[in-house]
């Protein structure tokens, strides 16, 4: 969601061209598969966002029909590689850093930082106790805003970049697949821990109302130390070194390379987080409609959905892999597809002001499951309208507010 991205070419002359030219080049050349990737990741995050009012009652599990499971997981299964996509295209752009981490810092906080306490601040006021929405900012996101997690996890990679840059400079082909391979690893735990609780997992709540699950610890992890030994190469840090790796060593493969190597990854990735999903919820029920559960119900159904577990992360390989062989920047790439590129961190973050307003109606409207209006199709249409409807909404709004003078990239990036 990084407004900055500069062609390869661009950066393998910069050493050659003088310091005017070189930013001549800058403003003028863009990764254009990047964009694309912007724009589907930013539409996969309304996707995700619109299938939860199918599977959810607030954060508790309500399953109203099999019409409902059958569209909201597959639809929101197919999504879930949305927020891997945007951490992948900030490492590709980013990574390493080709300047100064103070210059770096200095413009993160500008794009990322003041926009994110600015809609933090929009949201605390806008639902529920603002006194006490506004202090617990102190220490997390609001509930009510809980995709503003992304931020928190983007920074924590931001602090890295500067930190790893001199090894991602140098680091060979062979060692940074060792690397992947660790992490890749890493993508199993979250299955590990599901089989070793065997779903019987505690939740501490706190208080703003997120959850955290009690793990079954692993390899170290006890109650004295929670950093066991693939902590510190788990999570997104791995989709950082993907991008990495798809910068420096990735080259332009045929197109039937392609297919071969992408189609299997997103195929099977899919069924790990489809089948995992959907095989929990008929076992609350025995097959049941609806199907109720509380809390734990719900995190516990959606294991395979984490961004650090194995089918998100073979998805998100198999897309960016595809997504990179997008050439296309012609009349709508320009006219459409930049704006919207640009616009993305701002639509990111006001999306939920609209998105549940939107899927009020749509529901209301149509009605749900298979006695909605459109019958067995009813599901599948209502989420993805509502996604569609409030992603052309909020790029607007955010087009509109990126280009008010001086004060634009503080509210939306």
Known sequence: MEKTSYSRTEISNDVLMPKAEQQNNRCMEREVWVDWLRVLACLLVMVVHSSEPFYLDGYDTLIPTDADLI??????????????????ASSYLLFPLRYSSGEFFKRRTVRILIPFVIWSVVYAVSYGDPVVNLSSLLLNFNFTASHLWFVYMLAGIYILMPMLSPWAK????????????????????????????????SYIIGPTFIPRQADYPLWGECSWNPNGTFYY???????LLAGLYFRRFVADMCRKKVLIVSLPLLFIGFAIIEGGFVMKALSMSNGVFPIHGNWANTIWME??????????????????????????????????????????YGMYLMHLMLLPVVSNILRQVLGIGTDGLLGFMSTPTIILATAVITFVLTAFVSVIIQHIPKIGKYIVG
Request: proline fraction near 3%.
């Open 303 to 344: 294991t395979t959905w984490h961004n650090e577990s194995l089918g998100v992360a073979l998805m998100t390989l198999g897309a960016v892999a595809l997504l990179k062989k997008i050439k296309a920047d012609g009349m709508i790439y320009q006219r459409l597809i930049v704006p919207i590129s640009k616009a993305s």
């Open 233 to 239: 190469i788990s999570g997104c840090i791995g989709y």
């Open 71 to 88: 569209w909201a997981s597959a639809i929101d299964s197919a999504s879930r590689m949305s927020v891997p996509l945007f951490v992948i």
């Open 170 to 201: 140098d680091v060979s082909k062979k060692e940074l697949k060792v690397y992947l391979a660790i992490w890749l690893l890493t993508t199993i735990l979250p299955l590990i821990r599901d089989m070793m609780t065997l779903g019987n997992v």
